[in-house]
């Protein structure tokens, strides 16, 4: 098992040298909130960035609130991309938890709404990122949902489960196993001023490493900028030159691996880097 902890503003700045130092090996972080910008997360990018520098996984999540008209789940989800905007290699995370089953009616909202929501934010972030979300619930908001809660398609994004003060957390359907347990709310961590949840991931430092890269936000040699300038130097446009990632930037990646006879995988490593800065000729027609 691997130490974690998960943050939001409320704890603050963090130090994240001394917080690796007393055994923590990832973070999952908050980036975005609902659907107002204003409350994007202030720490966020500084969590990620000292992430980067200590050599500690950092996860972005997303608190949603699923409610009608007022947040579209794409837009959300095309949101939280561009506000992380490659300050980290791992795939997001959705915490769903809100609103609470006895506010639904409040809210106008019911189990099938909240269910599709959730899919649908985690459709698009695999369309922007190319790759699966983590998605965060607890044991008791999960059973509200019923048969919605159930679908076999929730079962291929990783389960992330609240179950604090239990050694064994339980598995929700349609889930056969948990990814990250959250086991506490109330967690003291050297660096960090506040208490703050504290999480564990079901396996080996090498399978939490495994999430990492799979999509063009891997910007390990290049900036989002840089790669969207490199990109059109060699005749594939990204789209807009915004210094965000999205659909356009990941497809002229992938044209541009094959073109230079690269796997076309979307990973932005040393290969294409070198491809795209040095020996690879214009396209042309």
Not at 113 to 131: M, N, P, Q
Not at 247 to 269: C, E, H, S
């Amino acid at each position: 098992m691997i130490q974690g902890i998960d943050t939001s503003d409320i704890q603050g700045n963090i130090n994240v040298p001394a917080v690796k130092a007393f055994g923590i090996e990832f973070i999952v972080a908050q980036a975005t909130i609902g659907n107002e910008t204003s409350r994007n997360s202030k720490t966020f990018h500084e969590v990620a960035r000292q992430c980067r520098s200590e050599d500690v996984v950092c996860i972005p999540y997303h608190f949603a609130f699923p409610l009608r008209a007022r947040n579209s789940p794409r837009e959300a989800a095309r949101r939280q991309v561009d506000y992380v905007n490659g300050a980290s290699d791992y795939p997001h995370a959705l915490d769903l938890e809100w609103p609470y089953p006895n506010a639904w009616s409040h809210w106008s909202v019911n189990a099938g709404f909240v269910s599709d929501w959730g899919l649908t934010w985690l459709d698009e972030i695999e369309t922007l990122t190319a790759r699966a979300g983590f998605l965060y619930t607890f044991p008791a908001f999960w059973a509200s949902l019923g048969a919605e809660g159930k679908k076999p398609e929730w079962s291929k994004y990783p389960l992330w489960i609240a179950a604090p003060g239990q050694p064994k957390p339980p598995v929700v359907a349609p889930w056969a196993s948990w990814t990250i347990h959250q086991t506490s709310h109330h967690g003291m961590v050297p660096g960090i001023r506040t208490p703050v949840d504290l999480d564990v991931f079901n396996g080996s430092r090498d399978d939490l490493l495994s999430y990492r890269g799979t999509s063009a936000t891997h910007f390990d040699f290049l900036t989002p900028h840089e790669l969207q300038v490199a990109l059109l130097t060699k005749g594939f446009s990204p789209g807009v030159l915004d210094g965000k990632v999205g659909p356009q930037t990941i497809a002229a990646v992938k044209a541009f691996q094959g073109f230079a006879g690269l796997v076309p995988d979307g990973i932005v490593g040393p290969k294409t880097t070198a491809a795209l800065l040095a020996n690879v000729p214009w396209k042309t027609g």
